[in-house]
């Protein structure tokens, strides 16, 4: 009924920027890689942190949304959180769903 919700998905949205400045924070110009870094297998902590802070600000505008409309945008449980939301859209191809970095990391 309301398109907030799907603007808030966790989706490529809440996963890529994480990733990517986890990869490249410490880019320099002119600085030439060896190689291209695998960006799901190779998953880490650091890209697990930052799409988590994405996803808890994600998290906090939806609440707010929800909150000051009355309930009128949805509910709070109608937009998930990350990891859950991954591993439910990945249902038996992750091998280790015990952090949010294996779940990106061990997902086939």
Known sequence: EHFIAVH???????????????????HVAGK?????????EEFDE???EWCQKINDERMAVWTAAVQQSGGAVGNVEDVPHLKPYIESAYF??????STLSSVFSTND
């Open 46 to 48: 650091l890209s697990a």
């Open 92 to 97: 038996g191809q992750i091998h280790d769903s």
């Open 8 to 26: 808030l998905w966790p989706a490529n949205p809440n996963i890529h920027p994480g990733r990517l400045y986890a990869l490249f924070h410490e």
């Open 32 to 40: 030439v890689y060896e190689r291209n870094p695998l960006f799901y």
